[in-house]
């Protein structure tokens, strides 16, 4: 008769528990990391107050250093001018958790206290009343360093009563054939603002890039459907709505 061992049986037990253990922890490192998904966007335009125009430009400049150093979790930061003189900041997050973190940013925190200095009607009226919250429905991102990107152009639309899902899908699917077809396009995206308002933001290398995106396979596909997809069609609709930038300063991926 076999004489019951506890110390036996509890070495066994630790025996198993840490096979357990070790192929537990195997299993999760060769889990591949997953990329960071890009769902959240902003887009703040606002005007330079008198006589400031080149100390607001150097004040994004600097910007653009503090959100790389400082924010992990915006993914690409923008800061624009158009031929008009106005400035903007497009800006992605990978959740609302990442753009409530840059709102409440270094960044931030400097726009605010220099806003009554540098932006028209202040941090209030030229600011925060301007922001535009968007997600983000797709996207093609830069294969190349940020600092190739010098112009930028957002597009606002609006769908047709009864064409909101058509012109979704129409927007998602075009992220794929940009990335395909447009090597000088670098960042493209896809937005939806309300249940029937949706925005495109792009980049790109320089203007033969953006006259190249606009005589793609995208702006056809968009041009042949816009007078059933978009309010306004295409002259309207569309192109009374582009809006060209300079990029003066960026950070990000």
Not at 71 to 89: H, Q, R
Not at 179 to 194: I, R, Y
Request: avoid cysteine.
């Amino acid at each position: 008769m076999k004489t019951f061992n506890p110390m036996r049986k509890a070495s066994i037990y630790l025996t198993v528990f840490l096979f357990i253990l070790m192929n537990a922890s195997i299993s999760r490192s060769e889990v591949p990391k997953q990329e960071t998904i890009m769902k959240e966007a902003s887009y703040i335009p606002f005007e330079a107050k008198s006589g400031q125009d080149k100390e607001l430009t150097a004040f994004l400049k600097e910007g653009a250093t503090l959100v790389a150093q400082t924010e992990p979790n915006t993914l690409y930061w923008y800061a624009l001018k158009k031929d008009d003189g106005s400035f903007g900041i497009f800006d992605f997050f990978p959740n609302e958790a990442g753009r409530s973190e840059h709102f409440a940013g270094k960044v931030a925190a400097a726009l605010n206290a220099n806003a009554d200095t540098l932006v028209a009607h202040g941090w209030d009226k030229g600011v925060v009343a301007n922001i535009s919250n968007f997600s983000v429905l797709s996207y093609k991102e830069p294969d190349t360093d940020l600092e190739n990107a010098t112009s930028a152009t957002y597009i606002l639309l609006k769908a047709q009563p009864g064409k909101e899902q058509e012109l979704q899908q129409l927007l998602i699917g075009a992220a794929s054939v940009v990335a395909e077809t447009e090597p000088k396009t670098l960042l493209w995206t896809s937005l939806k603002l309300d249940s029937n308002t949706f925005g495109i933001f792009d980049t790109f290398t320089d203007e033969s890039g953006r006259e190249a995106h606009f005589a793609g396979k995208v702006a056809a596909a968009l041009k042949a459907q816009a007078d059933d997809l978009v309010v306004g069609g295409w002259d309207n609709g569309v192109l009374n709505n582009i809006h060209n930038f300079e990029i003066i300063a960026e950070a990000g991926k």
